[in-house]
């Protein structure tokens, strides 16, 4: 049996459930869930816990919009997750810098995730919200928090080893798919301080290249080929994603862990293959032809590599089209 450990939010937990949102554990009889950290970003993890653990363990459920919460709330603002990582028998740890993307809090000399806001809600935070401030990693100069990155994979490597950390690359959505089959910009009301949100994604991707060049970890970078779907998703934040991410990426985690696929930077999505698990399922979404035509030809000129997702829908539900069949072989001779 092999163990994972999950550091980071749905895209891998729902990654590892081959898409089952509402399901728990990991969709393989040959693999376990170790602990699922989410809601706590790499440097605030790095840092001194705010409180006083006994003012912590008095934060109750009721306190907190979304109650299943309460363990994550206290995990984070008691600085646990490192302790769980290095203490831990899992054999690999699957990670995405989700979190990284959503803004911490600062209190005194230390700064704490807010778990989606849910410290908020918490009388704990009440009893000192004047003396509490907010801000996003991502907005600020490298210099100042790089460090913390540092400690953070220092100890993890050391604890793991390279070969047994997968790192999930994650881009914020900008488009998802709506259930009327035109695809879409993310409503306003998901990109909120507590979400992820795309303004932060070039940041994002030169912190991941960073740990990856320095620390090297498998890596599978799907993320930035897909959209979100409102088909799949009532939330269309920017970090839920169509059943095909997280399809290629559990595929790619399995081949990974049971040591049969030696690549260790994977960025192939199944883009064009019939013979792909769901592809039956997935071409009963609607999708407009003509609307969805005209977003592909402006991704592809603002050189956005989502453009080749829409083409391959475009191949789907418009096979005879020339415009298309022309587009589908310049990339097949790429």
Same mark, same amino acid.
Request: aromatic residues 14%.
């Given at each position: ?15 590892? $459930? ?119 990693? $991502? ?26 950390? /997968? ?9 998802? $798919?709506?259930?009327?089959? /035109?695809?879409?910009? /993310? ?19 030169? $912190? ?81 032809? &003509? ?11 603002? &050189? ?25 072989? /310049?990339?097949?001779?790429?």
């Amino acid at each position: 049996m092999i163990k994972i450990n999950v550091l980071g939010g749905c895209v891998s937990r729902v990654s590892l $459930l081959d898409g089952h949102q509402s399901m728990h554990g990991i969709a393989d009889e040959e693999m376990e869930l170790g602990y699922f950290l989410d809601k706590q970003n790499i440097v605030c993890a790095m840092m001194p816990a705010p409180f006083e653990r006994e003012e912590v363990e008095r934060i109750e459920a009721s306190e907190l919009w979304d109650q299943s919460r309460l363990y994550t709330v206290k995990q984070c603002l008691n600085k646990d997750t490192m302790y769980l990582l290095m203490e831990s028998d899992a054999d690999y740890v699957v990670m995405d810098l989700y979190d990284m993307q959503t803004d911490f809090a600062a209190y005194k000399q230390t700064c704490f995730s807010t778990c989606a806001n849910e410290v908020f809600n918490t009388r704990l935070l009440g009893k000192y919200f004047d003396k509490v401030s907010t801000g996003n990693f $991502l907005g600020l100069p490298p210099a100042i928090w790089y460090g913390y990155v540092d400690l953070f994979f220092e100890k993890l490597v050391n604890k793991y080893g390279a070969d047994h950390i /997968i790192l999930n690359r994650f881009r914020c959505n900008s488009y998802y $798919l709506a259930k009327d089959g /035109i695809i879409r910009e /993310i409503p306003k009301e998901f990109q909120n301080p507590f979400q992820p949100h795309p303004k932060y994604n070039k940041a994002l991707a030169e $912190l991941e290249d960073y740990i990856i060049e320095k620390y090297n970890p498998y890596v599978i970078d799907l993320s930035k080929y897909f959209m979100g779907d409102q088909n799949a998703w009532n939330n269309l934040q920017g970090a839920h994603f169509e059943n095909e991410f997280y399809r290629e990426t559990f595929d790619q985690i399995k081949k990974t862990v049971k040591g049969k696929d030696a690549k260790r930077y994977f960025s192939e999505p199944r883009f064009f293959d019939e013979n792909r698990r769901g592809f039956e399922e997935d071409k009963n979404r609607k999708f407009e032809i &003509e609307s969805n035509m005209q977003l592909m030809l402006k991704l592809l000129d603002q &050189e956005d590599i989502l453009w080749l997702n829409i083409l391959d829908k475009l191949k789907i539900y418009a096979p005879d089209d020339k415009r298309v069949q022309e587009y589908v072989s /310049i990339v097949q001779e790429m």
